[in-house]
């Protein structure tokens, strides 16, 4: 423990001499892993599996179903609501859930405010609950298709009712009053694989319907959609070739996959026979992450710029590294004059280690300061990337590792060559 | 206390061998004062690097204090120096950001004594050196001399076996230098063993044994009676 403690004094002793020196070289690296780390948190959130445990039993029904045979089209991933009553309405699937999104303005029923305020909604069915595992902070799903009931997140719960257990109170949508049934608790899929396609670092939506209730209040369809007839109206859609709706379905075992394909391929025929579903059969269930991939939810540029962050990290630790080399280089004397008076290898080995520790310590840190800084630009400059970034233990962990590592080998090297050459070639 | 036998020292490069030392045999006993002369070149520094365990050499045997040099690893080699090898160079290679007290600790710490004894040894070797008073005084506010006075002592503190030299006032004016070498006699009244290498005659002649080198032989070896006139010995 003595010799610790004269090695850190000796270590600051160091730092405080040479400080120009030893700040541009620390801050140097530290620019180099606060840029890399900050990048790799952006795109390590983007290719996030939201649902580990179960991401490959999940998937996404696109259906072949374009109504001409145009060869360049590419998969539908929308269907039409008769379409999804039927994928609804087949016993294959664990869950089953179709949706929208939708957007509303709100206020609590009981609220002395008139003011409402906006919430993006998502119309579907009791399914999405298990199926995306959405954890219930107080009460639960609607049990009635038709239910003038909501459940609502945990953001709009506090906004609306400060947090309370709600379940029982009432919001108004557009004049209309809906009960709330059950409240989640804090939750936020990363990504957001159910709407992969189109905005999916979002924050949890706020208010939870059921699909028919959303269609009957006429809650307008605020995602992709087409139709190939006149459509007057939401409700209006059922029965029509109003493509708009999402599925996602979870089948836990090969034969529920397998029996899933045979139920989608056989509808498609049925279809066809009806004289609909122009194009040849080639109806997909991609699986969670098959679905981002498809979707291309790591952005392409975010990659591009992930790979020059990557070279920028190793021009800083080379950059860093041969100032540390030639600051090594240049305390041979020092060393030499040690081992002439009896300190071994080992006890320069350690003495070093415990410098370079201490750099690499500062290093760390600035590099998460500067992690942090970075994280923060890149969102203030890219809003969308609000929600889809953390520095998780596993980045802190990379780091400091790149810090330590890079600042020891840098003293590992010059204190070997060192200590290869004749002692009396250093000292007079 | 130091026997060397027909010690070789080539220093070899892609196309030169330079024979630094060749058949160098020399035994120093406990208690003597060794002065080494001889020309630039003539391999005098070599046997002192040898000597101190700073260099190895190719051929020979060579005996420390009893302990056969040959063989001995890094750590072995280290601990030597530190226990038994007090250095003394002609550039006094003090640290310069450390102060008196500081660069006399090291190689004490080296040697593992507790805080207690290193203070107790280090102002023991400043007061023999009559610096005392100068513990926290950083080298560069002291003469050349003083510097000297207090390599001498960071040597000293280990109580080591034997005193190396190496032209230890190459770098002093003639009063500092005749301070130091009076320093150094007083020493080895005192008992200490030293080898100093030196380009001096006068102070080669003020010490009571010489050994000349030339093209890393002994070529020369004197005993100098007390009255200073020398008397030739084979060597």
Request: charged fraction near 20%.
């Amino acid at each position: 423990m003595e010799m610790f403690n004269y090695y850190l004094k000796l270590s600051l002793r160091n730092l405080t001499k040479h400080r120009l020196f030893f700040s541009l070289m620390i801050a140097s690296l530290a620019v180099g892993v606060g840029v890399f780390v900050a990048n790799i948190a952006i795109i390590k959130s983007m290719a996030n599996d939201p649902l580990p445990h179960k991401s490959d039993k999940v998937f996404n029904v696109s259906l072949n179903i374009w109504t001409n045979d145009n060869p360049n089209a590419k998969l539908l991933h929308i269907m039409r609501y008769d379409d999804a009553m039927h994928l609804l309405n087949n016993e294959i699937a664990t869950h089953t859930m179709v949706h929208y999104q939708s957007q509303v303005y709100t206020r609590a029923v009981d609220s002395k405010s008139l003011s409402r305020v906006q919430a993006i909604v998502r119309a579907t069915t009791p399914g999405f609950f298990p199926l995306t595992d959405a954890p219930f902070a107080f009460g639960g799903a609607w049990q009635n298709d038709r239910a003038q009931q909501v459940v609502i997140s945990d953001s709009l719960n506090k906004q609306l009712f400060n947090g309370i257990n709600s379940v029982g109170k009432h919001i108004d949508v557009d004049g209309k009053p809906l009960e709330i049934v059950g409240v989640l608790a804090p939750w936020q899929l990363k990504p957001k694989f159910y709407q992969a396609a189109r905005e999916p670092f979002t924050p949890t939506d706020d208010i939870f319907a059921p699909l028919e209730t959303a269609m009957d209040n006429e809650w307008s369809v605020r995602v992709q959609n087409m139709s190939t007839e006149l459509i007057k109206t939401v409700s209006d859609s059922r029965g029509k070739n109003a493509f708009f709706l999402q599925a996602f379905t979870q089948l836990d075992t090969p034969e529920q996959k397998m029996e899933m394909q045979n139920y989608l391929d056989n509808y498609s025929d049925l279809r066809k026979e009806a004289g609909e579903y122009l194009r040849a059969n080639d109806n997909r269930l991609l699986d969670v992450n098959q679905w981002l991939e498809f979707n291309k939810v790591v952005d392409e540029q975010m990659l591009a710029f992930g790979l020059a962050s990557s070279l920028f990290l190793a021009v800083c630790i080379f950059n860093a590294s041969s100032l540390l080399l030639a600051r090594y280089h240049s305390a041979r004397f020092e060393s030499g004059l040690r081992r002439a008076v009896g300190a071994r290898v080992k006890d320069l080995f350690y003495q070093g280690l415990v410098e370079s520790t201490l750099i690499g310590a500062m290093c760390a840190v600035l590099a998460l300061v500067f992690s942090w800084v970075f994280l923060q630009l890149s969102i203030s400059l890219f809003p969308a990337l609000e929600n889809t970034s953390d520095i998780d233990i596993g980045l802190i962990v990379i780091a400091i590792s790149i810090a330590l590592i890079s600042s020891f080998l840098s003293m590992v090297y010059p204190l070997l060559s060192s200590c290869r050459q004749s002692l009396s070639t250093v000292l007079k | 206390m130091l026997k060397m036998n027909n010690i070789s020292r080539i220093y070899r490069s892609d196309t030169i061998q330079t024979h630094a030392l060749r058949d160098f045999s020399l035994e120093v006993k406990a208690g003597e004062f060794v002065a080494v002369t001889g020309p630039s070149g003539s391999g005098k520094s070599t046997f002192l690097n040898v000597a101190g365990l700073l260099d190895g050499f190719d051929q020979g045997s060579y005996e420390l204090d009893g302990v056969n040099i040959q063989g001995l690893n890094d750590d072995q080699l280290s601990k030597l120096r530190n226990e038994k090898i007090g250095f003394i160079f002609q550039n006094y290679n003090l640290i310069p950001d450390f102060n008196l007290f500081d660069n006399i600790d090291m190689p004490l710490r080296y040697r593992g004594f507790d805080a207690k004894e290193r203070k107790r040894r280090i102002t023991h070797a400043l007061e023999q050196v009559g610096l005392a008073s100068r513990a926290d005084y950083l080298p560069s506010q002291l003469s050349g001399g003083q510097q000297q006075r207090v390599a001498i002592a960071r040597a000293l503190a280990g109580e080591p076996k034997i005193l190396l030299a190496d032209e230890p006032t190459g770098n002093l004016d003639s009063l500092m230098a005749r301070q130091v070498m009076e320093l150094l006699h007083k020493l080895n009244e005192q008992g200490s063993t030293i080898i100093m290498v030196t380009h001096d005659p006068d102070q080669a002649r003020s010490i009571s044994r010489n050994v000349q080198v030339i093209d890393g032989q002994i070529t020369d070896h004197s005993i100098y009676a007390p009255t200073n006139e020398a008397i030739e010995v084979s060597a």
